[in-house]
């Protein structure tokens, strides 16, 4: 069966997947470091919930300790290791390595069809090289094609035809899916951990109350407000509601720039093709920003 042509991850450079993955873990170990020190936050405060009478007394101060114990080991693993560092540094690499890789192979801006392979090749190795040169402490880059593959130079040598249904198809519409998809999914993970809160929220009060009038001696309303704070945490490292908004602006956005893709004169490609790119861009550096405070622009 013949390969349809467009530019696939597996046809990207080994920069861009030594960089995915090392984001991949990074951002996998930040978020159980996460859950585990608001977990172990939450397992202390039940302790102390259960701490009546001797048996009560003695079970919970041995949950309060493994609580804590957790909370500060996550801490501790978390200051060695900062996965966010990986988590971030990783992507913001792997997404410009991406853009790179695509505006090498449709011929985008600074990427000129004018320009000869060894120039055009020498320009990406020094575009990457400038990206990753940060990271070249913290992360490895081998493999077989570390910068320009034979699937990326056998999309450049197509005709502008190809090459342009090519990057709408796989890029564009590709990324364009893949926002609205992510947009509707962190609108929905928003919407179900605000309700989440705001019945937790109300059970604490409720109990609280009850503790206050006296009908209710255990001190779950404690535990409810670990649980609440623990929630909080969660919901803003995800940060569910603006990713939601990036994503479904940036959805819009690349839907608007498939229209314009298809009508573009070859003359005027390069540029045009390169704006794709930056919208694209645009939306990583707004997320890198987000998480760090950094303004990082995605080559």
Known sequence: MKQPLTLTDSDLPDVWRVADTESGKGQRLALRLTIAKAGGGVLAALGGAISIGEVGLAVGAWIILVGFVAALASEVVSWIFQPERAWYDGRAV?????????????????????????????????????????????????????????????????????????????????????????????????????????????????????????????????????????????VAVKQFSPLASAYSVASKELAIQADKLRTVEEEDWALVAADAEEAISREHTTWLASRTGITRRLR
Request: hydrophobic share 45%; aromatic share 10%.
């Open 94 to 234: 792997a997404e410009s390595v991406k853009t790179l890789s695509w505006r090498y192979s449709i011929c985008a801006e600074p990427f000129l069809p004018t320009l000869a392979e060894p120039e055009a090749t020498d320009l990406l190795r020094r575009r990457v090289d400038s990206v990753t040169a940060e990271l070249s402490e913290q992360i490895e880059f081998t493999g077989d094609n570390p910068v320009v593959t034979p699937g990326m130079n056998r999309l450049r040598e197509q005709p502008f035809v190809l090459r342009r249904d090519a990057y709408i198809e796989g890029r564009t519409k590709e990324q364009q899916s893949w926002y609205a998809w992510k947009a509707k999914f962190n609108r929905n993970q928003s919407r179900t951990w605000r309700v989440l809160l705001i019945f937790t929220e109300i059970a604490a009060v409720a109990l609280a109350l009850a503790k206050i009038v006296g009908g209710w001696p255990v001190d779950y309303a404690g535990l409810l407000g670990a649980a609440i704070a623990a929630g909080a945490a969660w």
